[in-house]
Each structure stands twice: as structure tokens, then as C-alpha cells.
């Protein structure tokens, strides 16, 4: 790809007053390309990375992630596996069965691969700049204009700066330099998938484990009717110093019945990965002037959650709104950040309270847990539980007459 200041194929010959410049080509990055350059805007992205990729396995893509992809009109180019298509059991790990439901949970909830997601919104941006071993090392903004400093010494200046760079934000670290580093939230997630598998699910379309320390589950997944996403959520402090990937999976297979171990036997080392879980506060306001936050760099949640790319999804889709108008910048992103703000609050501080019921040691919060599985009623835990209505509401114009 060229240098950023040599104008990319694609970059406008001269600045046009809607350009905006992009860090992150991740999925909430390349997400809000789609909405902006829906909306109207010319758009650049920078990534650190030296080529297209989406680091993870496995994705969840609740009916709201669903609903945001429809918006941004990319949701018939992704192939995913509706979680609605069977049965889900939940045992313990020695396998011992502790409810089957044959309604499945989260119906209308599609399990994809991030490599397909992301495959379909590099489709989906067309042509647009997308600049390559690039790694931003702050932003400032002057008030007629936003400007990238990458760690190389090049530069780029537009009309707004969305950082969609990640929990580890430069964008953020230059916004709020004074911020406590994100913290240890005390969990750790093995996550992998593996190809030829489906058959150790039965007939179950997902299958997941709750037990003495430890959350797991196995799911179909992708365009691939082999793959099965599996993940496993663990304490920390349960894990030796320096643990590896490999190291935890084989301990685990120990433990496991002979599903889950035999998924994990079929998975390449590449195709694994161990992720210490890190947590911030919520921040009372992601930006400034021309510069705002998306994704991750706002407000990264615990995978507990299931929320995290949805809540990105749903960011790309109201910073489209929200700039699609005719109101100043700023106004803009602020209206942008007070709904998002108050949106992605809710799972911020969820995932953590998840967490402690999923993962956990206390023998009282086992049986608690245990408890509520084999009473609650199929169509209650049936049930998204991730709000209904347009989310993104307020910022749309009003209709009528």
C-alpha cells in the first residue's frame, strides 16, 4: 500500500470538508467506513498491521449485532450458523447433563467466524484508502480540523478521527492522557475453532459446560458446516505463571468429558489462542472536538457478554446517522457519544456481574446457578435479553408530516 501522505488510490484530490480518517480496520473500524461512506463521506483507514486480518475465532452475532449489519446493508454477504437451528445443552465438564433445551437460547442469534465477518466488511468498503503498517501514536485536533500522527513520523489531517484502535487505544491514550491503564478483571478466555468437529455436538447445536471454576461451550459456527467455535472462560488465578495455550488446553482435556476434549484435539495450535480479560471504567465522554472513539477503544466489554462486536456494529451505525446530517461536527459526535454512552454502559458494567456467576468457585453461586438452569422456564431463557426498539432512535431524522 502507498505512504499515507502520497494519497492512496481512491483518496480525493484535495480535502472536501466531509473526509474522515479511520484508525483500526478492525470490525468496528471497517464497519464505520461503511456508514460513513453510506452517509456521504470519503474515507481513509489506517491499520498497524502490514494486511487485512481479524485476530479471534468465534463471534456471536445477537439479533441487535443482526439488525446493525442489515443497516449497513452487509448482513445477506455473511454465511453464519443460526444458533436457532437446534437444541442447546448445558452440562457439567465431566459431561454430566444438567438441562437440555430444545428451544434453543438467543433464537435468532447467528455464530460466525471473525474471519468471515470481517471478510464481508472489507467487501462491503469498496474502494476506500485502506493504508497499511500504520500505527498511530496520537491525535490532536485544532478546531477546523483532526489530525493522525502515526509512530513513523507521517501524518494526516481530515475533517473527524474515529479511533477504532482497540482496548489499547492511541487515540484514546492522546483524548484522556491522564486514564488509569485498563486492569486485570481476574479472567482469563481460551478460545479456538476447529474444522471437522461437528459431529462430537450430537445433535445439540450448542453445547455448554458451568462448573467448579470454569464456563465453556462448543457451537456451530461459520459458513462451514464442520467448524465449531469453542471457548473457555477461567480464573487467572487458577492458571500457572507464563500459561500457554497449549499448556491450559491440555490440562482442560483432562478434565473434560470426551466432546470437548475431542474438539479441542481437532483444533491447530494456530487456531487457539489464551487472553488474559482486561476491564476499564466507562469514560463520562469519549472525545473532543473532531476526535471521537468506537468499539473497543470506548468501551471494551467482557466477551461474557456476548456484545462486544454488536455494540461496535451499533456505534458504526449511529456515528453513520449522526454524521449524515447537516449539524456541525462536533454537535454530531457528541449527540453520538451521549447514545452510545449510555447505551454501551449497561454492558460495561454487565460483564463483569455475568462473570462472577459463570466463572466462579463459591459453592453457594453453583447451586444458585444450578438451580435457576433446571426451573427457569424454556421460553423465559429463550428469550435475547438485549433490549428491543431502535437503539439508535434519536439520532434518526423525524418522518411525517
Do not use: K
Amino acid at each position: 500500500m502507498p505512504a499515507a501522505h502520497d494519497e492512496p488510490p481512491g483518496y480525493p484530490s484535495g480535502r472536501s470538508g466531509r473526509d474522515a480518517i479511520i484508525v483500526g480496520a478492525g470490525i468496528g473500524g471497517l464497519a464505520a467506513a461503511v456508514a460513513l461512506r453510506r452517509a456521504g463521506w470519503q474515507v481513509r483507514i489506517y491499520e498497524r498491521a502490514g494486511q487485512a486480518r481479524e485476530l479471534g475465532f468465534g463471534l456471536l452475532l445477537a439479533p441487535n449485532a443482526l439488525a446493525a449489519l442489515s443497516e449497513l446493508q452487509v448482513a445477506g454477504a455473511l454465511a453464519g450458523t443460526d444458533v436457532s437451528a437446534g437444541a442447546v445443552e448445558i452440562r457439567e465438564f465431566d459431561g454430566t447433563l444438567v438441562r437440555r433445551f430444545g428451544r434453543p437460547l438467543g433464537g435468532g442469534s447467528v455464530v460466525a467466524l471473525r474471519s468471515e465477518l470481517h471478510g464481508a466488511l472489507l467487501e462491503a468498503i469498496g474502494d476506500t484508502p485502506l493504508i497499511f503498517s500504520s500505527e498511530a501514536g496520537g491525535a490532536t485536533d485544532d478546531g477546523a480540523a483532526a489530525t493522525l500522527h502515526l509512530r513513523d513520523g507521517r501524518s494526516d489531517t481530515g475533517a473527524v478521527l474515529i479511533g477504532a484502535d482497540g482496548s489499547g487505544s492511541a487515540v484514546r491514550r492522546a483524548l484522556h492522557p491522564n486514564e488509569s491503564s485498563a486492569r486485570a478483571s481476574g479472567y482469563t478466555a481460551l478460545r479456538g475453532v476447529a474444522y471437522n468437529a461437528t459431529r462430537h455436538l450430537g445433535d445439540a447445536q450448542v453445547v455448554a459446560y458451568l462448573d467448579d471454576g470454569i464456563e465453556a461451550a462448543m457451537i456451530r459456527a461459520g459458513a462451514r458446516a464442520d467448524a465449531v467455535y469453542w471457548y473457555c472462560s477461567l480464573l487467572t488465578g487458577d492458571l500457572p505463571p507464563h500459561a500457554t495455550a497449549e499448556g491450559v488446553a491440555r490440562d482442560l482435556m483432562q478434565r473434560s468429558d470426551a466432546a470437548f476434549r475431542s474438539v479441542v484435539e481437532a483444533t491447530e495450535a494456530g487456531d487457539m489462542r489464551l487472553d488474559a480479560l482486561l476491564q476499564r471504567d466507562p469514560l463520562a465522554m469519549w472525545g473532543r472536538g473532531r476526535i471521537t472513539l468506537l468499539g473497543d477503544a470506548a468501551h471494551p466489554v467482557l466477551p461474557h457478554t456476548g456484545q462486544g462486536a454488536a455494540q461496535a456494529l451499533e456505534d458504526a451505525v449511529a456515528l453513520g446517522l449522526a454524521l449524515g446530517g447537516t449539524s456541525p461536527v462536533e454537535d454530531a459526535l457528541r449527540r453520538y457519544e451521549q447514545l452510545r454512552g449510555r447505551r454501551t454502559r449497561r454492558f460495561v458494567r454487565l460483564g463483569p456481574r455475568i462473570a462472577r456467576m459463570t466463572t466462579t468457585h463459591s459453592p453457594f453461586v453453583r447451586f444458585l446457578r444450578a438451580t435457576v438452569i433446571r426451573l427457569v422456564p424454556e421460553a423465559l431463557a429463550a428469550r435475547a435479553g438485549y433490549g428491543s426498539g431502535d437503539p439508535h432512535a434519536a439520532l434518526r431524522p423525524p418522518t411525517g408530516g
